[in-house]
Every structure is written in C-alpha cells, then in structure tokens.
C-alpha cells in the first residue's frame, strides 16, 4: 500500500528537470523546463566519469550510441591499467611518437576492445611533471584518463580494436 502512496506523490510533483541541458525533439526549454518532461541531459555533457567497461559495452553492443555520445568529446574513464608503450604513430602522415597506455575493465590485455590513451612524446618532453606521472603509472593500478575520443582503430598490429583517446591527461 506504501508504494501506491509513493508512487502517487512521485506522479504529483512538478514538473523538474534537475539542471539538464535540453535534448533535441523532446521540447524541453533551458533549464527548468514548463513541459513535465524530465529529461536525461547528454551522458558527456553533465562531467560523468565513465569506467572502461562502460564504454567497452558501448562500443561492442551499440556503436551508433557510443558515436553520438562518446567520440569528439573529451571524457574521463576509469579503469585498469594493462601497459604504458611507446610508439610511433602516423598523424596526418607524419610518424610522430606516443607513450600510450592501455586501460582494460580489469587490466587484462584486452580481447576485443582496449582503451588507448596517447600521450604525444612531445608533450611529455615540454611538461616535465606529466612525464614524471606517466612514468610512475604501473600495470594493474587503477586509473582515471582523460582524453579526447577519437573512436575505435583497429590496427594491424593488434588482434584487438583500439578506442583511441588522444591528448591524454591523468586525472588526480
């Protein structure tokens, strides 16, 4: 009966939208919306700090969803840690090197999907403390990255697709 009672005082209150931005179609004004819709802002778009299964979930059973919500934005993950490598990547045609870590849900080498964070060597070499905060990274820690999403590469040097984050920075 108690949950009768709940449910109707949930039905009853006002029409709120708890800061969201609005989405498109759905006829929410700014802010505080007048329509009763309550509305889920952009996943991306609200500072949510997503965990790598998350997004490996995302990408392996809707990659529509993880296009539209994931890649061109810069994102935070957490996750496990599996290895920091350095590599030469081609940008724009020109190889340029990369420290990239490798972050898995539970920091096992991936058998699908891996996150790969770069780390532009460059930048490393101009930012002394980042360097010494991606030297000190280990296999196994839990991390929290930031990056911005690239989307998925599949290379032909891994049997894994890479979800590839560039400019990566390391969250406190």
């Known amino acids: 009966m108690s949950r009768i009672w709940i449910l109707l005082a949930v039905a009853a209150v006002p029409s709120v939208t708890f800061g969201a931005k609005p989405i498109d179609g759905f006829g929410v004004e700014a802010y505080g ?5 309550l509305s ?9 700090i997503f ?8 990408y392996r059973d809707n ?10 934005r810069e994102i935070e993950i957490s996750g496990r840690l599996v290895a920091v490598k350095r590599d030469i990547i081609p940008v724009e045609g020109v190889p340029t090197e990369f420290f990239v870590a490798l972050v898995t849900p539970d920091g096992k080498p991936p058998e699908k999907f891996g996150l790969e964070f770069r780390f532009p060597a460059q930048t490393l ?16 820690q ?8 690239r989307g998925p590469l599949k290379s032909p040097d891994t049997e894994y697709v890479g979800i590839i984050f560039n400019d990566a920075q390391i969250v406190d």
Request: glycine letters at 10%; proline letters at 2%; aromatic letters at 8%.
């Open 63 to 72: 990659e529509a969803f993880a296009f539209k919500h994931l890649e061109g």
């Open 51 to 58: 965990n790598a299964l998350k997004v490996v979930r995302a």
């Open 33 to 37: 919306g007048s329509q009763g819709v």
């Open 40 to 48: 889920a802002a952009d996943l991306c778009e609200r500072g949510t």
């Open 125 to 140: 070499k101009d930012r002394p403390e980042l360097a010494c905060q991606v030297a000190e990274l280990w296999a196994g």
């Open 142 to 149: 839990f991390v929290t990255l930031r990056g911005f999403c």
